[in-house]
């Protein structure tokens, strides 16, 4: 079982992300984003995107930046107040984000919600996948404690093995169940990738840095003559 999970599990994740995601861009280019629900349902969008986002984002960065940087990770948590106040602010942001996937799912659920016959079946897997994760983390940052102390010793070292093409399970077969369940969905996530709205993450705008303005006119009678352009 670990010599799957732990294992073969990252690369097979890796290796779907990154071959399905270039096969997608390159046969459904137009696809590569999350279609907005907007006109559906608009006011639950907002609260549950906004929570969910202002939640999730800063949580990933600090998973990323403790595995990149273990050492300094472990630096930063080895007072005890520095550490108390990491943690807390981990399950404030936790609780926002299991907040905003609830808001999320709830919107699409409701049997007169003109948006559940716009939800795909993969939207489904993808909502609950990302609920699992947030449910999970949640429950490490309550119960298996201090996952910031112990996490720069095992899933990072863990990460690094994997990075280095010399996997070691060694260093995450003795957390418990639910904790290895995080790490193992953590990548479902990665080759879901390529499947589902995730997409859109790689569609962040940074091309609007350079590209030429767009040019939007007026089409009617009420705009006829009149130039967008100041
Ligand atoms: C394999 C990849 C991952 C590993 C090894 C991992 C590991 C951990 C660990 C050790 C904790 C406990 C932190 C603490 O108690 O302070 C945690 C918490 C958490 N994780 Fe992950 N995680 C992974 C992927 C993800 C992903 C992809 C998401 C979300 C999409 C996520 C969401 C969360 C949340 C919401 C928490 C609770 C917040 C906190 O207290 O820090 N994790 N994770």
């Given at each position: 079982m670990n010599a799957f999970f732990f294992v073969a599990w990252p690369y097979v994740a890796w290796v779907l992300a990154i071959v399905a995601g270039i096969y997608r861009y390159f046969?459904?280019?137009?696809?590569y984003s999350s279609l907005s629900s907007e006109m559906l349902a608009s006011r639950s969008l907002f609260w549950g995107s906004v929570s969910w986002h202002y939640g999730i984002i800063p949580i990933l960065l600090a998973h990323l930046l403790a595995g990149v940087f273990p050492s300094a990770a472990a630096a930063a948590v080895s007072r005890p107040g520095a550490l108390l106040g990491l943690e807390v602010v981990g399950l404030a942001l936790a609780f926002l984000s299991i907040l905003g996937i609830a808001t999320l799912i709830g919107r699409r659920l409701?049997?007169?919600?003109?948006l559940r016959r716009e939800t795909s079946g993969m939207d489904w897997v993808l909502l609950a996948v990302l609920a699992l994760q947030v449910v999970t983390g949640a429950g490490i940052a309550l119960f298996v404690r201090w996952g910031s102390r112990w996490y720069p010793y095992t899933a990072a070292p863990w990460f690094w093995s994997i990075v280095r093409l010399d996997p070691d399970p060694a260093k995450v077969a003795a957390l418990p169940g639910f904790v290895q369940l995080h790490f193992v969905s953590g990548f479902l996530l990665i080759a879901l990738f390529p499947f589902?709205?995730?997409?859109?993450?790689?569609?962040?705008?940074?091309t609007y840095l350079w590209r030429p303005y767009q040019i939007v006119s007026w089409l009617g009678r009420r705009g006829a003559g009149r130039s967008p352009m100041p």
């Open positions: 046969t459904a280019r137009y696809t409701g049997t007169r919600s003109p589902t709205r995730l997409v859109h993450l790689v569609t962040v705008p940074v």
